[in-house]
C-alpha cells in the first residue's frame, strides 16, 4: 500500500528537498505541500494524506495548532492523518505539546535522511516514533516543569490490571513491544491486546500520549533509567 504523504514548512527548500528523497521511495507518494499550517489544514482536508509532515515554527498558523485542527477535527470531518512534527531542536515547548494533542511523534530536520524514510513508514503503520534518547527526555523535562492536568492521571491508573499498568510503564522507558515481549516471556501478540486495552481505557490516541501520560501519572519519573 502506498503512504500518502503532505509536507508542510515554510522553508521552499526544505519542502523540495524532503519531497524528493520521499517521493523517490516506492511505497512513498507525496500528494502535496503547504508553507504554513493554515494552508497545510486546507490542503490536507483536501488530499487526504496518511501521514502530514509539519513544521513546528511556521507563519499564519504554527504547527502546534495545526496538528490541534487535523487531530481534533470540527463536526462532518472525518479524516484524521498521523501527524509527525518536524523541529530544529530536541526539546521545544510545541513538540510536547503536539504529544499531548495526539501526533504520532517528532524528527529533527538534520536527521539522516534514512531516518526520516522510517519515521514517515513508522507512523503510517500506526506506531509512534518515540526515540528514547530525546522524546522521553523532552516528556520528562516538561512534566517536571509543568502542572498536572485537571483531571488526576494517577487516578485513571486504578482501572488498569497490574499486567497494563507494567505494559504501560514499559512503553514509557522507551520499549518495543518485541522487547517487552521478550522481558515479560509473552507473545508479541499478547503485548499489542494489552497495549489496546490501556488506549482504550485511559482514552489515549497512540503510544505516543501514553508515554506523556505514564509521566503525568508519576508512573515513570524524570530520570529513571530503562
Known amino acids: ?129 518515540l526515540a528514547p534518547s530525546v522524546t522521553r527526555r523532552l516528556i520528562a523535562d516538561f512534566v517536571r516543569r509543568r502542572p498536572a492536568p485537571r483531571r488526576d492521571p494517577a487516578l485513571r491508573l486504578n482501572g488498569l490490571t497490574p499486567r497494563e499498568t507494567e505494559v504501560l510503564e514499559l512503553i514509557a522507558r522507551g520499549l518495543s513491544n518485541q522487547e517487552i515481549a521478550a522481558g515479560l516471556v509473552v507473545a508479541e501478540q499478547t503485548v499489542k491486546t494489552h497495549i489496546g486495552r490501556v488506549l482504550a481505557k485511559l482514552d489515549l490516541r497512540d503510544r505516543a500520549q501514553a508515554v506523556v501520560f505514564a509521566y503525568e501519572a508519576g508512573l515513570v519519573r524524570p530520570g529513571d533509567s530503562a
Open 1 to 129: 500500500m502506498t503512504i500518502r504523504v503532505l509536507i508542510v514548512d515554510d522553508q521552499a527548500m526544505v519542502r523540495a528537498g524532503f519531497a524528493a528523497l520521499l517521493s523517490a521511495q516506492p511505497d512513498i507518494d507525496v500528494v502535496g505541500e503547504a508553507p504554513d499550517g493554515r494552508e497545510g489544514v486546507r490542503v490536507s482536508r483536501t488530499v487526504h494524506p496518511d501521514v502530514v509532515l509539519m513544521d513546528v515554527r511556521m507563519p499564519e498558523l504554527d504547527g502546534l495548532s495545526a496538528a490541534r485542527e487535523l487531530l481534533d477535527p470540527p463536526t462532518g470531518v472525518t479524516h484524521r492523518p498521523k501527524v509527525l512534527m518536524l523541529t530544529t531542536f530536541d526539546i521545544d515547548d510545541y513538540v510536547y505539546e503536539a504529544l499531548r494533542a495526539g501526533a504520532s511523534g517528532f524528527l529533527l530536520k538534520d536527521a539522516p535522511p534514512a531516518d526520516l524514510i522510517a519515521a514517515v513508514r513508522v507512523v503510517a503503520s500506526g506506531e509512534a516514533l
